[in-house]
Nanobody, 125 residues
Framework: QVQLVESGGGLVQAGGSLRLSCAAS????????MGWFRQAPGKEREFVAA????????YYADSAKGRFTISRDNAKNTVYLQMNSLKPEDTGVYYC??????????????????WGQGTQVTVSS
């Protein structure tokens, strides 16, 4: 059974940093794109960043470029989202997702085969 378990969320002041982790289990993810999404209160879920597990190529939302870095550790079967220079508008529940596609365009739409339960990130001003 596939499981994606996020961790690392919390409360941080504006300008601070957090590193989110997504521990993946239950299958081999080499053919997957792994993504991070977030949902703020009263808003729709939005794409943040994605990475091709096989080669490590990445794609970011404009809001994440230059501040966030997605990476993966093959040995630990874990995907990370390093978030720096956090802003109050980064507040939300962050979800990890896994999609059986080679196309970032599919993941941008929020299409995924598996989702984690989410981890709360709160950035205070």
């Amino acid at each position: 059974q596939v499981q994606l378990v996020e961790s690392g969320g919390g409360l941080v002041q504006a300008g601070g940093s957090l590193r989110l982790s997504c521990a993946a289990s239950g299958r081999t993810f080499s053919g997957y794109i792994m993504g991070w999404f977030r949902q703020a209160p009263g808003k729709e879920r939005e794409f943040v960043a994605a990475i091709r597990w096989s080669c490590g190529s990445t794609y970011y939302a404009d809001s994440a470029k230059g501040r966030f870095t997605i990476s993966r550790d093959n040995a630990k079967n874990t995907v990370y989202l390093q978030m720096n220079s956090l802003k109050p508008e980064d507040t939300g529940v962050y979800y990890c997702a896994a999609a059986t596609t080679r196309h970032f365009g599919v993941v941008l739409t929020g299409t995924a085969d598996y989702w984690g339960q989410g981890t709360q990130v709160t950035v205070s001003s």
